[in-house]
T-cell receptor
Framework: AQKITQTQPGMFVQEKEAVTLDCTYD???????LFWYKQPSSGEMIFLIY??????QNATEGRYSLNFQKARKSANLVISASQLGDSAMYFC??????????????FGTGTSLTVIP | GAVVSQHPSRVICKSGTSVKIECRSL??????MFWYRQFPKQSLMLMAT?????????EQGVEKDKFLINHASLTLSTLTVTSAHPEDSSFYIC??????????????FGPGTRLTVL
């Protein structure tokens, strides 16, 4: 089974609108971390936001928020007030086990977001 | 903040030659570095985990004799694609783990190297 599933290959959003990018995960570990990265056409991976499995509150970082629903094993990324510069690929990733243990990341297949002016 | 560099950013080589890609953590020590491969419009696939001073751990299906990894210091890991062929053309990305403290942004990614084998 896939560890990380992103079911939206492509998404479009109007500038200044909010958009939700879906991510579900599969793990039997109690400790894990969930990450979202942005990859523009240049290829660099830009860290956006992190959610730990024991965090009770949803993570927020500026215009990014993570809608963490543990029982449903989902970790959707919400981008508010979309900007043209948000057009990029977005990857959801998971690390099983405790933080900073050097465990590998599992990446989803990504969602290509296009912001329409 | 933690910065990871990769060199070269782009390389074009002839089939049969070997190419070395460097991954450096510039302002932190990285006991562990990861090498990923990404085909166009696809996800990052982990190739191997590189630990300083020991042999790399390769993922299933990755030929260790073809993709040589050397993590000789806490700030440098290299990936050598030996006898490269056109099917090795891809985007190679490294990441480094900052093991100084429990930083939740655990892997810092390099900017990637685009390899084209003619």
């Amino acid at each position: 089974a896939q560890k990380i599933t992103q079911t939206q290959p492509g998404m479009f959003v109007q500038e200044k609108e909010a958009v939700t990018l879906d991510c579900t995960y599969d793990t039997s570990d109690q400790s894990y971390g969930l990450f979202w990265y942005k990859q523009p056409s240049s290829g660099e991976m830009i860290f956006l936001i992190y959610q730990g499995s024991y965090d009770e509150q949803n993570a927020t970082e500026g215009r990014y928020s993570l809608n963490f629903q543990k029982a449903r094993k989902s970790a959707n990324l919400v981008i508010s007030a979309s900007q043209l510069g948000d057009s990029a690929m977005y990857f959801c990733a998971m690390r099983e086990g405790l933080p900073n243990t050097g465990n590998q990341f599992y990446f989803g297949t990504g969602t290509s977001l296009t912001v329409i002016p | 903040g933690a910065v990871v560099s990769q060199h070269p950013s782009r390389v074009i080589c002839k089939s049969g030659t070997s190419v070395k890609i460097e991954c450096r953590s510039l302002d932190f020590q990285a006991t562990t570095m990861f090498w990923y491969r990404q085909f166009p419009k696809q996800s990052l696939m982990l190739m191997a985990t590189s630990n300083e001073g020991s042999k790399a751990t390769y993922e299933q299906g990755v030929e260790k004799d073809k993709f040589l990894i050397n993590h000789a210091s806490l700030t440098l890991s290299t990936l050598t694609v030996t006898s490269a062929h056109p099917e090795d053309s891809s985007f190679y990305i490294c990441s480094a783990r900052d093991n100084s403290l429990a930083v939740y942004n655990e892997q810092f990614f390099g900017p990637g190297t685009r390899l084209t084998v003619l």
